[in-house]
């Protein structure tokens, strides 16, 4: 027995004494000092022997254990000041920025496209402007000319919201209203909507300034539709210019100089007559292909398939504003003498700010901008 002591502890030196990481130190510790090692099952059986070897088996016993056990932490210290030197020689700021660094983001596709509209029709002496997405039924509709039974009234083409809750005189009977009706407002007024289109900001910039006005008005808006070509929510960039002695032509060179810029210095523009209920006349716009440089066919006689053959692509609907329009705008000390349609002229027009980010990147479903799918997203920086 104490052979096999001495053989132990002479062994679990050496091993310790070898040891090159404090993992291995650790198994070592278990393996000679741990509750199943033969060292410490030597000194549990030490009531089981012989008066006369108790004493020096447990002697022995004691000794190999504590012996061990002082090597280990030794071991232990070295092992650990020798991890600190490298540790310090090797040291890690993690505040850092990585190598190379990551970009802190990027702008989407969508909000790039709509800042260099922005910033187009900015050159050319425009304002941008904001409105608000909850409109009433007044700007959305009324106050652009739209008959009361437009078909864009209907539930199935606008989303009506109800209006915020008031509380009523007691003398007035409580609103019966149809699941089916509009939802009139406590007031007696007309519904609330998500706006439609980013046109009731024309009446709004109208009211709040006076002749001449040039405007821009990007923003959301919001329809019941969903396909490749449609989202429920989608963004629009209207425009407004009112001025005197202003007419086509001027759209027309306004316009043109928007399409050189967004898609190549020989592009064309041509007016299409149109019917838009605050236009009159009222026109669709269309940019000469800058794919097959308007010809409608590739250098290999393939059709193109940008603007499938037509050598033109529909951008957006404009004209001149409507003179019932300007009688929704009421004449005050502000704006004396009001927008007089015998005195003042212009034009507006409204375009997509996806549809021209899908012609321009070639986008094929509308859809994709709101998927978050980093292998589209990624492509446009």
């Known amino acids: 027995m104490i052979e096999r002591i001495a053989q132990l502890r002479a062994q679990g030196e050496s091993e310790i004494a070898a040891a090159g990481t404090l993992e291995a130190l650790e198994q070592l510790r278990v393996g000679y000092l741990g509750r199943k090692a033969e060292l410490p099952q030597i000194l549990r059986g030490v009531a089981k022997l012989e008066a006369a070897d108790r004493a020096t088996v447990g002697q022995a016993a004691n000794q190999a254990r504590d012996a061990l056990q002082q090597l280990i932490e030794q071991r232990e210290a070295e092992l650990s000041a020798q991890l600190r030197g490298v540790l310090e020689a090797d040291r890690l700021d993690v505040t850092l920025p990585g190598a190379p660094p990551q970009p802190v983001g990027r702008l989407h596709l969508l ?19 904001e409105g608000p997405e909850v409109e009433t039924v007044h700007y959305n509709f009324d106050a652009l000319n739209h008959a009361p039974t437009h078909p864009a009234r209907a539930r199935t083409d606008t989303f009506y919201i109800a209006p915020p809750e008031r509380s009523e005189p ?4 409580s609103l019966q209203r149809s699941p089916a009706a509009p939802l009139p407002s406590p007031d007696g007024g007309v519904a609330l909507v998500l706006r439609t289109h980013t046109s009731p900001m ?13 405007v821009v008005i990007p923003g959301r808006a919001y329809r019941p539709d969903s396909d490749a070509t449609h989202t429920p929510q989608f963004h629009q960039i209207e425009g407004l210019a009112v001025d005197e002695d202003i007419t086509l032509a001027d759209l027309k060179g306004t316009l043109l100089v928007f399409a050189r810029a967004v898609f190549g210095d020989e592009r064309e523009v041509r007016l299409r007559p149109h019917f838009f209920p605050f236009t009159e006349p009222s026109v669709e716009v269309d940019v000469s292909c800058f794919s097959c440089q308007g010809k409608g066919f590739m250098r290999d006689g393939s059709r193109c398939t940008v603007c499938k053959g037509e050598g033109w692509l529909e951008v957006l609907g404009a004209g001149e504003v409507d003179p019932n329009v300007y009688s929704f705008v009421p004449t005050t000390e502000r704006n004396a003498p009001g927008y007089d349609p015998e005195q003042v002229q212009g034009f507006a027009w409204g375009m997509g700010i996806e549809r021209i980010a899908m012609l321009r990147h070639g986008v094929p479903d509308l859809r994709l901008y709101y998927d978050n799918d980093l292998r589209l997203l990624e492509q446009f920086g």
């Open 111 to 129: 909000s790039a496209t709509r800042r260099e509209l922005e910033d187009i029709f900015i050159g050319l002496g425009f304002t941008v402007m």
């Open 202 to 214: 024309q009446v709004r910039a109208m009211e709040a300034n006076p002749p001449p006005l040039y």
């Open 170 to 173: 007691a003398w007035r009977p």
